[in-house]
């Protein structure tokens, strides 16, 4: 049987890849990450290693923490600029609506 630790590192080895491909967040639930991963790690090979989920994603945490680091929020876009044309069309129907009066 292998050493608890070696299995450690393999799960490990295998979960870093795939939050970092699937963009995984830090508070995902097993039966969720097993719905959006192609191969996940089984439920024994999480019991055998870490005894539970949580434990699992907090060594992925310290393994490699610029996963779970917030990416700040896009920069807003800047206002498009007011069409000159449109200007002059609204100004037209006002004289329009004047002139009717």
């Known amino acids: 049987m292998a050493s608890r630790n070696r299995l450690r590192q393999l799960v490990t080895a295998k979960l870093v890849p795939q939050f970092k491909d699937w963009e995984l967040p830090r508070d995902i639930d ?30 992925v945490a310290n393994v490699a923490p610029e996963l ?19 200007k002059l069309s609204q ?3 006002a004289e329009v609506k004047s002139k009717d009066k």
């Open 68 to 86: 779970f680091i917030k990416k700040p929020a896009p920069a807003p876009k800047a206002a498009p600029k007011a069409d000159p044309l449109e």
């Open 30 to 59: 097993y039966k969720s990450y097993c719905g959006i991963v192609d191969k996940p790690v089984t439920p024994m090979e999480i019991r055998k290693s870490y005894y539970n989920w949580k434990v699992a994603v907090q060594s």
């Open 91 to 93: 100004a037209a129907k």
